[in-house]
């Protein structure tokens, strides 16, 4: 499918503030459809599947806008890409006519054999070429764009000749595709390396970012760790505000995957995330029911270099709205055709 990126996602849909579906979070979050906008499920829990997989897949698509975010693509893998993996990918893409897809930067399988880990590759100019040829392979496959989100890592692999920035950098701009951008990962990162996340995302084509991540992490004995575990801490949700400020983002949302609090604490996180959005694309934020929103169908986006103007959101998107009902969810997905 040959696109240009930038223009594409100019006709993605807004999804406003989302969160992770997961089993154990499942029955709260169908009964708090109010609080938030849309879901993104990891599509190997659901692929070719039945049985309750089955059910909380229907009982999801019914209620909340989709989009899926992978681990097992291993886009950076010298093993072929899966035939099998990626035609199950399309179909569930296709059954939840999910806008964009997103898997990581990084290896998840050797010699056949899947490692259950998000591995960095070596940021060099071979793997680079090695990515993009896949990347285009993913796309035309999926028909649909691929993000493809920085990973936390916590060793630099032998072979690097580039910074991972420069690395990142590099992929998306030689395959024209789109960025997941979870800043947490930036500040676990940063930590970690030793570097300043401000500089590293002014380094990044950010303008590419469609949706975006946001977790909490935790501390081990050398390094901090990216666990989803924990509250997101203030320099997180600072990063986002940075980010926000800056370029259109499609979506955001909250990764939460273990010691699962009180799901009010979730909410209270949702909320933050969506108060941080509020000031500078209030199109992003105020998705849910019944609140004043545009439909992407029916409006574009600004392209990052665009100067705001009273005609346009803080954050440079058109600023045509339409009132959002029960059809929220239909108005967001016929965006995604657009
Ligand atoms: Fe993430």
């Keep these: ?144 764009p691929l993000l493809l989100e920085n990973i936390s890592y916590y060793m630099n692999m032998p072979g690097s000749e580039l910074t991972e920035v420069q690395f990142l950098s590099d992929v998306l701009e030689k395959a024209d595709c789109g960025l997941l951008l979870d800043v947490n990962n930036v500040y676990v990162n940063s930590i970690n390396h030793n570097f300043d996340p401000y500089k590293y995302l002014n380094a990044l084509p950010i303008e590419r970012t469609v949706q975006m991540h946001v977790a909490g992490h935790s501390h081990g004995e050398e390094m901090i760790i990216d666990t989803h575990g924990n509250p997101v801490i203030e320099p997180v949700f600072e990063l986002l505000d940075y980010v926000l400020a800056r370029v259109p983002v499609n979506a955001v949302m909250l990764e939460r995957d273990q010691n699962y609090p009180e799901f009010s604490e979730i909410l209270d996180e949702l909320h933050q995330i969506r108060t941080i959005a509020a000031n500078y694309q209030p199109r992003l934020a105020n998705l849910k029911p019944g609140s004043t929103c545009a439909s992407t169908s029916e409006t574009e986006q600004a392209s990052p270099s665009s100067e705001m103007t009273p005609d346009r959101d803080r954050d440079g998107h058109d600023a045509d709205v339409i009132r959002m009902n029960s059809d929220t969810k239909r108005l967001v997905k016929r965006g995604a055709r657009a």
């Design 1 to 144: 499918m040959a696109f240009d990126f930038l223009t594409t996602k100019k006709n993605l849909p807004v999804l406003g503030v989302g969160l992770g579906l997961r089993r154990e979070l499942a029955h709260e979050t169908f009964n708090n459809a109010d609080k938030i906008d849309w879901l993104e499920l990891v599509p190997e829990n659901y692929m070719d599947l039945g049985g309750m997989a089955r059910e909380r897949l229907e009982q999801a698509n019914s209620a909340f806008p989709l989009v899926t975010h992978g681990v097992n693509l291993s886009i950076g893998s010298t093993d072929p890409l899966s035939e099998t993996y990626l035609k199950s990918l399309k179909k569930l893409l296709d059954t939840i006519d999910a806008p964009w897809f997103s898997d990581h930067l990084c290896f998840t399988s050797i010699g056949g054999h899947y490692l259950h880990d998000l591995l960095p590759l070596p940021a060099s100019k071979e793997a680079i070429q090695h990515v993009v040829k896949r990347i285009k392979i993913v796309q035309d496959c999926i028909e649909r």
